[in-house]
């Protein structure tokens, strides 16, 4: 394949980033968009020169080489259904639903069909990350703080706990996917929400979460969330090993070991280009590079949506076999 020809569903601000960075790529050509909105779409489909079609029908018909699905987790599903039953190789990104039964029903046809994916956790992507897991390996992790305090995103849907999942699914998934990675899988949680509600209009969301973890490696670990802030304060981890302490934000990695304190910058604009690019190298042939297929996604969904049920609840919720196998399962506290 000289060139892939790429068909975008979405044309919200992330659809808009990843048409940016595509456009630059001279193995890529955008052949059309889709969404909800018809203005959206028709502004996108301007900027690029491109098509804006009425449905994911006229896409897939158009025949893209892959296709990048960039909507909210509420319209995740048919999408995901339509592009798999036309066999096309799928960008998705993240959160990957906004529930458990979707997600794992498009990663079981995703299984089915064996179909080249990719979701877009561009932090696996950061020299950082990297970086971090090169300190780790041999180590074994004792402790686990992460943290997303941020404001409320200006999108309507994103106060709705039906349309967004709320603040760990679609705010905080980098932060857990990213816990997963340093520190393995989780098998006991606890989750707190405060019940009330940040003060707009409809929202029904916590305003803070607080999470207990406990992983099968042995080490424990602590995550909060927050959008009471007018401001993005802090995303990261704080991972302590043996010896060493890590600290990894999206635009940097502080390391405390026995010589000292350094840091390592995380370069978030390249992640976000490394992540298009090891996909569509993929989709090519000419690489293998995907680190989040669907299916690791899945993973880090069932997680979310197990502090989720743990918050509503407020019981304790095990994954037995860990985040990657098992139903979570909800418990007396």
Known sequence: MRVCRVGLVGAGGVARRHARVLSGFPDVELIGVVDATARAAADLATAHRIPAYDDIGQLLAAGPDAAYVCVPPFAHGPIEEAVVAAGVPMFVEKPVAVDLPTAQRIADLVAQRGLLTAVGHHWRYLHAVTRARELLAGRTVRLVTGAWLDRVPPVDWWVR??????????????????????????????????????????????????????????????????????????????????????????????????????????????????????????????????????????????????????????????LSAGATAAVPVVVDA
Do not use: N
């Open 161 to 318: 706990r039906d349309r967004s999942g709320g603040p760990m699914v679609e705010q905080a998934a980098h932060v857990l996917d990213l816990i997963r990675l340093l520190a393995g899988e989780v098998t006991e949680l606890t989750a707190y929400g405060d019940g009330s509600p940040p003060p707009v209009d409809g929202a029904d969301v916590d305003s803070v979460t607080a999470v207990a973890l406990r992983f099968a490696g042995g080490a424990v670990g602590t995550l909060g969330a927050a959008c009471v802030l007018g401001w993005k304060h802090r995303a990261g981890v704080e991972v302590l090993a043996d010896g060493l302490a890590l600290t990894l934000a999206e635009d940097a990695l502080v390391i405390c070991d026995a010589d000292g304190q350094r840091q390592v910058d995380a370069d978030p604009d390249g992640a976000r280009v490394a992540v298009d690019r090891a996909f569509i190298d993929a989709v090519r042939g000419v690489g293998d590079d995907v680190r989040v297929p669907y299916a690791e996604a899945l993973a880090t969904h069932r997680l979310a949506m197990a502090v989720a049920e743990s918050a509503a609840t407020g019981r304790t919720v095990r």
